[in-house]
């Protein structure tokens, strides 16, 4: 083992040493909250039975959501695709300012850039279609800059060996492979800006996520929950129907399908119509004074608010949630995967588990989890351990159905047990795809703890809301500026540990 690699171990460590410290502060505040599990009982009767509102109007929401979903998760893709090459096609100047943008945008939370942009362009579509789609561009330019990475560099050698140029190399013998990435990708991204949607609603955007702000800011249980298990259903066949066309479209005999890659632009291109008529994305109504309301959010300033415990308070929601999800997710996971699942009805219930925890949003979750125990971290860290294990549940079953299957096969010859060979063979194997995922899970986590605290789940995401509610907006630059450097720090720390841990 190399000096990286004790090292690399080293911290992993320290991280899940900081996870239990994090499970155990926040521990230390549930005490009082517990009581608040008898606010439950009136909950559940408040909201039953559920109040669904007429088919028209659930129609017309959908729509809404979807439209501004999918415009924003085109947008992502498109910007992405032009961050991914720039960091991995042009030099390393370039490389880094297009890596800086990337992670710029990831620390910037949907919803602050929801307000900003409302304020300059008014209520509507289109400022939650640029919001979810800027954020969403630092994330999916990421990954494409991953998947680009890892493409086979012999089709590239080959080419520039010939005096071809690097936009040549790049259409020729880059994108033609991580083409099906992409796509994997930006379907992915779509189910997560589906999930994003819900929580825009409560800054003035517009499909289902305002709906059920409307409804449970005033206490309208019923209606509330109803347009809850609407969008968990939405979220549900949406990540059916993502399985779907990965399958059909990726996952042909002879690595991809030209009729399927078609079908599916065709699809893509008259859904961009459709989204575009309907989505209201095209109604403006902009306000003036744009560079004046820009001066407001510079010098950077606190306003007297102790953001540093506040920051400490999300931070420390991130970590214990990700470790109280990766608890769960590993043997959820291990059982929803083929190859481990003792048989069938273990693996389609453990299947049917992670399909359900993964169709719940977290906002909804959190909103649960406030009425329940009261506003505060605790409440937060449930929501996002729950949903972290519906999502690592998932790819931890994926990564240990792709596993090799030689060693596993050569410990059972030997006589060893289905569990001895679990652990000594088939899960070894996964284990740096696991903790690499769980890293991003952890970085998910901490920008999803700042959200939640908009709707009283604890931290910095409380003083984000007053901020901008008090326009603040000195506040909300400090409050950027903060996640910024711990996005930063802790996308670095992952990069290194996922490199020497493979």
């Known amino acids: 083992m190399s000096r990286g690699d004790r090292t690399a171990r080293t911290i992993l460590a320290v991280l899940a040493v900081l996870g239990a410290w994090s499970l155990l502060a926040l521990a230390a505040e549930a005490g009082p909250t517990l009581s608040g599990f008898s606010n439950a009982g009136n909950f559940l009767r408040r909201a039953w039975p559920l109040d669904f509102p007429p088919m028209a109007e659930i129609l017309r929401q959908t729509g809404k959501t979807l439209a501004v979903v ?82 086979d560099p012999q089709p590239q050698q080959a080419l520039r060996a010939v005096g071809a140029g690097r936009s040549q190399v790049f259409c020729t013998a880059v994108l033609p492979q991580v083409t099906p990435a992409f796509i994997a990708i930006g379907l992915h991204r779509f189910d997560i800006n589906l999930r994003i949607s819900a929580i825009l609603g409560y800054v003035g955007a517009t499909g289902i996520g305002t709906e059920l702000a409307l409804s449970f800011g005033r206490l309208d249980y019923a209606r509330g929950m109803a347009w809850a298990c609407i969008l968990f259903v939405l979220c549900a066949l949406t990540e059916l129907l993502s399985g779907a066309i990965r399958k059909a479209v990726l996952e042909d005999t002879g690595g991809s399908s030209p009729l399927g890659r078609r079908l599916f632009l065709v699809a893509t291109l008259l859904l961009i119509g459709w989204s575009v008529a309907s989505s209201g994305v095209l109604d403006l109504d902009p306000a003036g004074g744009w560079f004046e309301t820009l001066k407001l959010f510079w010098p950077p300033g606190t306003a007297g608010a102790d953001l540093g ?66 506003p505060g971290p605790v409440a937060g860290t449930l929501a996002l351990a729950l949903g972290a294990s519906g999502l690592l549940g998932k790819l931890v079953a994926d990564s240990l159905e792709h596993v090799p299957p030689g060693p596993a096969l050569a410990l059972r010859s030997t006589g060893a047990s289905r569990a001895q060979t679990y652990v000594g063979a088939t899960f070894p194997q996964a284990a740096p795809t696991i ?68």
């Not at 991914?84 to 910037?108: E, K, Q, S, W």
């Not at 049917?352 to 989890?369: D, S, Y």
Request: hydrophobic share 60%; net charge positive.
């Open 309 to 374: 415990q506040a920051l400490l308070t999300t931070v420390q929601v991130a970590f214990a949630a990700t470790l109280l999800g990766s608890v769960l997710a590993v043997p959820l996971g291990s059982l929803a995967a083929r190859n481990i699942a003792p048989n069938r009805f273990v693996y389609l219930v453990s299947r049917t588990l992670v399909l359900i925890v993964r169709g719940l949003p977290e906002l909804v979750l959190a909103i649960v989890f406030v009425v329940i125990t009261g």
């Open 435 to 502: 903790v690499g995922n769980m890293l991003y899970q952890l970085d998910a986590n901490l920008r999803a703890a700042t959200l939640l605290g908009i709707v009283g789940g604890g931290g910095i995401g409380l003083y984000l809301l007053q901020a901008m509610r008090t326009r603040e907006y000195e506040v909300v630059t400090m409050i950027l500026l903060l996640l910024f450097a711990v996005v930063l720090a802790l996308e670095l720390l992952a990069g290194w540990l996922t490199r020497h841990l493979r």
């Open 70 to 151: 999918l415009l924003a998760t085109l947008l992502s893709v498109v910007l992405g695709i032009v961050l991914a090459t720039a960091a991995t096609t042009f030099g390393r100047p370039v490389g880094l300012i297009a890596r800086a943008a990337a992670t710029a945008a990831r620390a910037a939370p949907d919803v602050v850039l929801a307000v900003i942009l409302i304020r300059f362009l008014g209520l509507g579509a289109l400022p939650a279609v640029l919001a979810m789609g800027l954020h969403s561009a630092g994330m999916v330019g990421r990954l494409y800059a991953e998947a680009i990475d890892q493409a």
